[in-house]
């Protein structure tokens, strides 16, 4: 069983710029959340796809945009980078598309610096 | 809205002492209970949920959680904890999104140190 993998593993932006982070979802499931987890700080949620449509989003601005693909792997991409936006992102995927009962499998995330 | 409280942002113990993280949920409804541990550089594990039935709950590792409806409480619990315990540890409630999906909401995260 493979399992959630992300890419890259650590980033560096300049302000201003765009960034796409890639998500591969771990074998059969079928839904996938991004999270971001700034230092110090618990994760927050960003968004959720199923069936290659965002199906919830958290407190974001629209600049937070993302892609899930027919094989139910996921791009996160971000414009106009701020340095607040600096975090590690993770994803997670998921078996169904909108039940707590359903275990999130996170990936090692992505780490962001913006400078 | 929905929220969770990990009261103590640090806590350090002696490897072979018992263990008890405090987690304090705010939700209207029957909750859905998690606790995550994150070690350093790397994603979040599962180790225990709580959806229903029985309140109190086995995880991996030996781990242990109890839900106190009463107390809107689901501390973490270890009889004896090993140095490889040492990480971050993130309590969680289910809740519901803007567009429907589910969502999990964090804990602001407790450190764990481990002394030998």
């Known amino acids: 069983e493979t399992g959630v993998t992300q890419s890259p593993t650590h980033l560096i932006k300049t302000r201003g710029q765009q960034v796409t982070l890639r998500c591969s979802s771990q074998s059969g499931h079928n839904t996938v959340s991004w999270y971001q987890q700034a230092l110090g700080q618990g994760p927050q949620f960003i968004f959720q796809y199923y069936r290659e449509e965002e199906n919830g989003r958290g407190n974001f601005p629209p600049r937070f945009s993302g892609l899930q693909f027919p094989n139910y792997s996921s791009e996160l991409n971000v414009n106009a980078l701020e340095l607040d936006d600096s975090a590690l992102y993770l994803c997670?995927?998921?078996?169904?598309?909108?039940?707590?009962?359903?275990?999130?499998?996170f990936g090692n995330g992505t780490r962001l610096t913006v400078t | 809205a929905q929220s969770v409280t990990q009261p103590d942002i640090h806590i350090t113990v002696s490897e072979g002492a018992s263990l008890e993280l405090r987690c304090n949920y705010s939700y209207g409804a029957t909750p859905y209970l998690f606790w995550y541990v994150q070690s350093p550089g790397q994603g979040l594990q599962l180790l225990l949920k709580y959806f229903s039935g029985d309140t109190l709950v086995q995880g991996i590792k030996g781990f242990e959680a109890e839900f106190k409806r009463s107390q809107s409480s689901f501390n973490l619990r270890k009889p004896s904890v090993h140095w490889s315990d040492a990480a971050e540890y993130f309590c969680a409630v289910g809740a519901r999104a803007q567009g429907g999906s589910e969502k999990l909401v964090f804990g602001k995260g407790t450190k764990l140190t481990v002394n030998p």
């Open positions: 997670a995927s998921s078996l169904a598309g909108a039940s707590s009962s359903s275990t999130l499998h």
